[in-house]
C-alpha cells in the first residue's frame, strides 16, 4: 500500500515557513519538524540572524498560528539549517530507514513557490524516481523525472523521509539544474550533532 497524501495536505511533520521580508511581503519555505522539542530543518539561505521567522502551526493565519523562531544552527556545507520554534508541539519525523534503491517512487511534497500560494495553489505532491549511481551508491533523481526547484521533503512510498529538496535561489516551478538533493547520512549527520533521537522506519 503506497503512501499517498490526501490531495492539498502535507505529512504531519512538516510545517510552512515563513520569513517576513516587510509588512507586506513573506518570503515561505517549507520546514520539516527534526524533534518532538520544536526545532525544524530549512534551507540555509532562508533566513540570517536577525530576520523575523514565524512558523505556522495548524493554520494559515499569522497572528493566530504563527510561532515566532529562531535560528538555533547552521549546517553550512550541507545549506541547511535548523530553528528553534517557540511553542510548537508536534511530533518530529521519521527517517526512512535505508537509502532509497535504484528505481524507487519518492514524493516531493513542499509549499508552492509564493506566487502559487498567494493564488491559493494546494501543496505539491510529485512523483520521481530515484536512480543510484554504482561507483558511489548515492541517490539522484534523472533529468526525466526532474523536480521543481522548490525546497520540500523527500517521503517514500510509506510516507518517511527519505531526503531534502532544496531550491536554489528564489524557488519556482521550473526545473534547475542547481536544486540540491540532501539524503540520509547529511540529516543522520544533523541529528547526531543536535543530540536528536532517530526515528526510523524501514517501509
Not at 490531495?7 to 524533534?35: D, F, K, N, Q, Y
Not at 539561505?45 to 505556522?56: H, K, N, Q, R
Not at 520554534?85 to 511534497?109: D, F, H, M
Not at 542547481?178 to 550533532?193: A, D, E, F, H, K
Request: net charge negative; charged share 15%; hydrophobic share 40%.
Amino acid at each position: 500500500q503506497d503512501y499517498i497524501l490526501p490531495p492539498g495536505s502535507m505529512p504531519a511533520w512538516t510545517v510552512p515557513v515563513l520569513r517576513l521580508v516587510s509588512s507586506t511581503h513573506v518570503e515561505p519555505t517549507t520546514g520539516i519538524i527534526i524533534s518532538d522539542t520544536g526545532l525544524v530543518l530549512v534551507p540555509e539561505d532562508f533566513a540570517s540572524m536577525g530576520d523575523e521567522i514565524i512558523v505556522l502551526d495548524g493554520g494559515t493565519d499569522i497572528i493566530r498560528n504563527g510561532r515566532p523562531a529562531k535560528i538555533e544552527r547552521k549546517f553550512t556545507a550541507e545549506g541547511l539549517q535548523v530553528l528553534s520554534v517557540q511553542g510548537l508541539q508536534r511530533q518530529g519525523v521519521t527517517l526512512a530507514a535505508k537509502i532509497p534503491g535504484n528505481g524507487s517512487e519518492i514524493l516531493l511534497a513542499a509549499f508552492p513557490p509564493a506566487e502559487q500560494i498567494a493564488e491559493g495553489e494546494p501543496p505539491l505532491s510529485i512523483p520521481a524516481t530515484v536512480m543510484v549511481f554504482g561507483e558511489n551508491g548515492m541517490p539522484s533523481i534523472p533529468a526525466e523525472t526532474a523536480l521543481p526547484n522548490v525546497t520540500g521533503a523527500l517521503v517514500d512510498a510509506c510516507g518517511n523521509l527519505v531526503g531534502v529538496s532544496l531550491a536554489d535561489n528564489v524557488q519556482s516551478m521550473q526545473v534547475s539544474t542547481s536544486t540540491r538533493y540532501q539524503w540520509r547520512q547529511v540529516l543522520l549527520r544533523i541529528l547526531g550533532q543536535m543530540q536528536i533521537p532517530l526515528r526510523e522506519f524501514d517501509c
